[in-house]
């Protein structure tokens, strides 16, 4: 069934709830020292048009590139807004970026301008040498609320590029429609019946597109609100949700297991709004269990990528919601797990997931700039993953592991995440994470990495014994390093690639 054309943008839904309640609550932004500013649908919508203005008085127009390095605060949000009444396109980077990162992102997406923190604005020079260089600061004192209108912006194209992490290769930029945006924003919106009386918690980075796609998005389309802070704290998160009130929030699991870990549990910490917290990734059942006692909320687990853009799988808002399953298809998302010869896979059977869609609108259409990897990325018109999974007799998904991470031990295939829940169970025992390194006679050897409980030490020998009794022999690690944190992404992701050159690199 073909897609119905999709006209509006971010800033054409802003203008559109603004239009019919101006004082309706847009964003709560809290600041590292705890003061909330609130910002309303019509004040949004001058600020969006004052940005839009303050750019294109720096030589912005449409189908410009705008790089933007800057953490969570209301900028990030004008300057969504902003470019998309300009008809820019928004380049969001990690704020964490290096020089030579920066040098990467600004080349590759062809920016005109970058806009990023004061304290950040020499890093980005020095990667980016003539490229001009705004500030927040900049934006704030330049851009007057009354300014004159920017330019009238050309029919909804291209909204933003956001990079892979590039954990395994150079970071490539993913493009992202407007289509893209308000289809995700739409469908997340009616699978988790946003209102406009919901309230988002976006405490993982506004750069990612777990935060646009499915809190500001589904939050825009249905008129509801946005509470954001500056980043995520695992010991404030319990004293965010009372206080902010939020309805909704998304999280990973790692920032569940830190925020079980590291902030004394209150009997105050029930009393919230909350009706759901997203999260991706795995949990243990008694973490899930613990979080949910707590908190008074249930999880509700989604998979999703940047190059996906809808969640592909969603747990059901009912009784067949499960914290191990990455859930059911989402609406009007169509699926397929095949083998590596592109054949369909039977139920428990690994199977790389594909999904369909029209690109532009529900998938990327491709890599800014990489028309060879965006030709194997949508081969035969399915988007290829990268990530096993197996499906039930019901449909229901389960991830298995991304392919790289599969480890090849003595001729058989062990997933790496499977070792890692059974880890993960251990009583002394936080998170973990596995990956193979090369092996003269096993192919590879499997390497665990655990990150104790607060005050637990334990044994590796210990750990191996737990291994034993619940894993297959060939599925036992050969090596486990007891560690006081995993290296992580910006938003919590283990980057398994800087494990392996540690170990690699050890004599």
């Known amino acids: 069934m073909a897609t119905a054309p999709i006209r509006h943008d971010a800033h054409t839904l802003l203008a559109r709830h603004a239009e019919t309640d101006p004082s309706a609550p847009f964003l709560l932004f809290e600041d590292e020292s705890g003061r909330i500013t609130e910002i309303s649908y019509g004040r949004q919508v001058r600020r969006a048009e004052a940005t839009a203005a303050f750019l294109a008085r720096h030589g912005v127009g449409a189908g410009d590139r705008v790089h933007l390095m800057t953490a969570n605060r209301p900028e990030f949000l004008d300057l969504l807004f902003g470019c998309a009444r300009l008809g820019a396109v928004l380049v969001p980077v990690n704020p964490l970026s290096a020089v030579e990162e920066v040098a990467h992102q600004v080349a590759d997406s062809r920016a005109v301008v970058s806009v990023t923190e004061p304290a950040l604005r020499e890093t980005v020079a020095a990667a980016a040498e003539g490229l001009p260089v705004l500030t927040t600061e900049d934006l704030v004192t330049g851009r007057p609320e009354a300014g004159p209108p920017a330019a009238p912006r050309p029919r909804p194209g291209l909204a933003a590029i956001m990079f892979t992490s590039g954990t395994t290769s150079r970071p490539k930029g993913v493009r992202v429609s407007h289509a893209n945006y308000v289809r995700v924003g739409t469908a997340m919106r009616e699978h988790l019946r946003v209102t406009a009386a919901d309230r988002w918690l976006v405490t993982l980075p506004l750069f990612h597109a777990n935060a646009q796609y499915y809190c ?292």
């Not at 509801?224 to 010991?235: C, D, G, I, N």
């Not at 499977?418 to 499997?446: Q, T």
Request: aromatic share 6%.
């Open 216 to 507: 500001v998005m589904s939050a825009l389309v249905a008129g509801a609100s946005v509470a954001l802070t500056a980043r995520f704290s695992a010991s404030r998160w319990p004293r965010q949700v009372r206080t902010l009130r939020p309805t909704l929030a998304s999280l990973f699991a790692a920032p569940v297991r830190m925020v079980l870990a590291r902030s004394e549990p209150d009997p105050a910490d029930a009393d919230n709004d909350l009706r759901l917290v997203l999260f991706a990734q795995n949990l243990a059942d008694a973490q899930a269990r613990e979080f949910e006692a707590r908190f008074g909320a249930p999880l509700v687990q989604l998979y999703g990528m940047t190059e996906t853009v809808l969640p592909p799988f969603v747990n059901p808002l009912d009784e067949r919601r499960r914290w191990d399953s990455i859930g059911l298809p989402l609406p009007g998302v169509r699926v397929r797990v095949v083998d590596s010869d592109g054949r369909p896979v039977p139920a428990g059977v690994p199977g790389e997931l594909q999904v369909g869609g029209v690109p532009g609108v529900d998938v990327t259409d491709g890599y800014d700039g990489r028309p060879e990897e965006s030709a194997a990325l949508l081969a035969g018109g399915w988007l290829r993953t990268g990530d096993l999974v197996r499906l039930d007799a019901e449909g229901r998904a389960y991830f298995v592991d991304r392919a790289k991470d599969m480890v090849k031990r003595s001729g058989e295939n062990v997933a790496a995440s499977e070792v890692e829940r059974v880890l993960n169970e251990h009583p002394d025992v936080l998170e973990s994470a596995v990956h193979g390194i090369p092996d003269p006679v096993h192919d590879e050897a499997i390497v665990a990495h655990v990150v104790p409980l607060p005050g637990r030490r334990p044994d590796p020998g210990d750990i191996l014994a737990w291994c034993r009794d619940r894993l297959a022999r060939f599925k036992v690690p050969g090596h486990v390093v007891v560690r006081d944190e995993l290296p992580r992404t910006s938003v919590g992701k283990i980057r398994k690639d800087v494990l392996r050159a540690e170990i690699l690199s050890t004599p």
